[in-house]
C-alpha cells in the first residue's frame, strides 16, 4: 500500500511540475530553435490595387447581446479595416437584445465613416445563444472566409489583409491573432495573459495554434462543421474542428485584437467555471486530435489542454499524499513547498492588498483557476450547463 501511494504521488508530483514548469521551458527552447515565419504585406493605404481581385472575399460575423456600451466603438473600428469594400461584409448578428444595441448600431452605420463599407444589422427578437446564431448565419455566406470576432475587441487595421495572405496557403484553415487586454483587472489576469500569449506563440511552432480567442479568428468557410447545441467553448471547438480535418492553425502576432471590457471581479469566478467546464467537454470530444498523427499538435494539446483540466486532481493528489509520507525527506520538502504556495495564493486572495506583489498575485490567480477548473469540470459531468447566452463581463 505505501508502495502505491508513493507511485501515485510521485505521478501527481511529476506532472505538477511538467505542466507548470517543464512544458514552457521546452516550449521556449525549441520555439527559439524554430521561430514562427511571420507574414509581411505591402500596405494598400486604403487604395484600390490590382492585387485586390485576387484577395479571398470575406465575411465578418460579430454576434451582439446587449452591447449597447461597446457596439459604437467596434463598428466604426471595423469600418476603418483596410479591406477592398467589394471583398468584404460585416454583420452585426444582435441576439434578442434587451437594451439600445440595436439602435445603436442602426444609427452608427448611417456616420460618413462607415459609407463605403458593406454592414447589416440583424435583429432577432429572440435570445437563442451564440452557438445557435453562428449554426444559423454562418451557412448562409458564401464567401471564401469567415472572421468572427467579439463587440468588445478592437481589431488592427491590416488585420485582414496579413490574413488574406496567410490563406494563400491552402494547408491553412484558421488564422489566429494576438489578444490584448486594455486595462486588466488585476497583476495576476495581467501576468497571466502576458504567460498564455507566450505560450500560445511557443505552441504554434509545434503545430496547430491550440483554439482560437472569440475576440477575433478566421477560418475558409466551407471547413465549418455544426456545432453541437450544448457547445460551451466555441472558439475553442470550432477551430480544432478544423484542424482535425487535417488543416493547420495559424498564429500571427502582428494581427492585434484589443479587449476594451474589463473583468468584473463578482463575475469573474462563474466566467472561469464555464470555461473550466468547457475544457472538460473539449476534451472529451476532441479526443482524436490526441492521435499522434497529428505529431506537435497532439503533444501540446496533451500537454496544454489535456493536463489543465486534469491538474486540479493531480494538485490534490500530491499535496494529500505528500502528506502522508511525511517520514520520507522528498515528500517532507514536497509538502512544505506546497503548502507555502497554496497558503501564500490563499493570503493573496484574502489580502489582495497586502499582498499586490505580482507574484503573489499570479499565484492567486493561478490557484483559483485551478479551483474553477475542478468545480467547473465536476459541474460538467454532474449537471451540465445549459447553452444559453448569459451576460457575464469577460
Not at 465578418?60 to 471583398?87: F, G, L, T
Not at 457547445?231 to 476594451?260: C, H, W
Request: glycine share 6%.
Amino acid at each position: 500500500m505505501n508502495n502505491f501511494l508513493i507511485i501515485v504521488t510521485s505521478i501527481s508530483i511529476i506532472a505538477v511540475i511538467y505542466h507548470h514548469a517543464l512544458y514552457p521551458v521546452f516550449l521556449y527552447w525549441f520555439s527559439k530553435k524554430h521561430p514562427l515565419d511571420g507574414v509581411k504585406i505591402t500596405p494598400r493605404g486604403f487604395h484600390q490595387s490590382n492585387k485586390d481581385r485576387i484577395l479571398p472575399t470575406m465575411t465578418m460575423i460579430i454576434p451582439a447581446y446587449n452591447e449597447q456600451e461597446w457596439i459604437a466603438d467596434k463598428i466604426r473600428n471595423v469600418a476603418c479595416i483596410d479591406y477592398p469594400s467589394s471583398k468584404l461584409t460585416i454583420i452585426i448578428a444582435c441576439d434578442g437584445c434587451t437594451d439600445n444595441t440595436v439602435s445603436i448600431a442602426q444609427n452608427t452605420i448611417q456616420e460618413a465613416i462607415c459609407s463605403d463599407v458593406h454592414i447589416e444589422i440583424l435583429s432577432f427578437e429572440n435570445n437563442q445563444g451564440k452557438v445557435a446564431l453562428l449554426n444559423q448565419l454562418i451557412p448562409q455566406y458564401c464567401s471564401d472566409i469567415i472572421a468572427l470576432s467579439d463587440v468588445s475587441a478592437l481589431l488592427s487595421y491590416d488585420a485582414l489583409l496579413i490574413a488574406a495572405k496567410h490563406f494563400e496557403n491552402p494547408s491553412v484553415g484558421v488564422v489566429n491573432p494576438t489578444y490584448h487586454l486594455l486595462v486588466p483587472s488585476s497583476e495576476g489576469e495581467k501576468n497571466y495573459w502576458k504567460y498564455q500569449t507566450r505560450i500560445k506563440q511557443q505552441e504554434a511552432t509545434l503545430g496547430s495554434s491550440l483554439g482560437s480567442h472569440g475576440a477575433f479568428y478566421l477560418f475558409r468557410t466551407e471547413l465549418f462543421a455544426t456545432l453541437d447545441s450544448d457547445t460551451i467553448n466555441d472558439d475553442f471547438i470550432l477551430p480544432m474542428k478544423i484542424v482535425e480535418q487535417g488543416y493547420r492553425a495559424i498564429y500571427e502576432p502582428s494581427i492585434r485584437a484589443l479587449e476594451l471590457e474589463h473583468v468584473i471581479q463578482e463575475e469573474d469566478f462563474a466566467r472561469r467555471l464555464r470555461i473550466s467546464a468547457g475544457n472538460l467537454q473539449q476534451l472529451l470530444r476532441l479526443f482524436p486530435l490526441l492521435n499522434p498523427k497529428y505529431k506537435g499538435t497532439a503533444f501540446t494539446f496533451f500537454s496544454g489542454k489535456g493536463l489543465r483540466f486534469t491538474m486540479p486532481y493531480f494538485m490534490v493528489s500530491a499535496y494529500i499524499g505528500s502528506a502522508l509520507l511525511l517520514s520520507n525527506p522528498l515528500f517532507f520538502i514536497a509538502f512544505i513547498g506546497q503548502t507555502l504556495g497554496y497558503g501564500i495564493a490563499l493570503m493573496g486572495f484574502i489580502f489582495p492588498r497586502i499582498f499586490s506583489n505580482k507574484y503573489c498575485q499570479t499565484l492567486t490567480y493561478l490557484a483559483i483557476g485551478h479551483t474553477a477548473n475542478l468545480l467547473g469540470g465536476l459541474n460538467y459531468l454532474f449537471n451540465k450547463p445549459k447553452s444559453s447566452w448569459t451576460r457575464i463581463h469577460k
